[in-house]
């Protein structure tokens, strides 16, 4: 099996950053536990602004399944309200990878 990588660019609406990032911890467990084959999520901000949600899927397959369900997700559906623009979500194939052995302590 290969693994896919998530990426989805968006905007927040004004004033909803605190509320979008006090709300992921939820959000992900809540898409973790609907969505086993989710591996890791990371959510950064982008020097303009904008914000690059960056997840980990076992497959390609599991990943788009994923993004076909996952508004039936009450706390992705309610978190997907502080999105004001999309920029797209996409998948890409990982063919190489290299983890270090302590990155799950930072």
């Known amino acids: 099996m290969t693994m896919a990588i998530e990426l989805a660019r968006f905007t927040v609406h004004p004033g909803e950053e605190r509320k979008l990032i006090a709300e992921r911890p ?3 467990a809540a ?3 609907r969505f ?3 591996l890791a ?3 950064t901000k982008e020097d303009d602004g904008g914000w690059l949600d960056v997840v980990l899927w076992r497959t390609r397959a ?3 399944e ?6 039936s ?4 559906h ?4 502080h999105i004001a623009d999309s920029g797209g979500l996409r998948h890409v194939e990982v063919v190489d990878s290299w983890v270090a052995s302590d990155a799950a302590q930072h």
Do not use: G, K, S, T
Not at 66 to 71: S, V
Not at 73 to 76: F, I, L, N, R, T
Not at 78 to 81: L, M, P, Q, R, V
């Open 26 to 28: 939820a959000m992900v």
């Open 31 to 33: 898409m973790r536990d």
């Open 36 to 38: 086993p084959a989710c």
């Open 41 to 43: 999520a990371f959510l």
């Open 62 to 64: 599991e990943a788009e």
């Open 66 to 71: 994923a993004a076909r369900l996952i508004d």
């Open 73 to 76: 997700v009450p706390e992705c």
């Open 78 to 81: 309610a978190w997907f309200a």
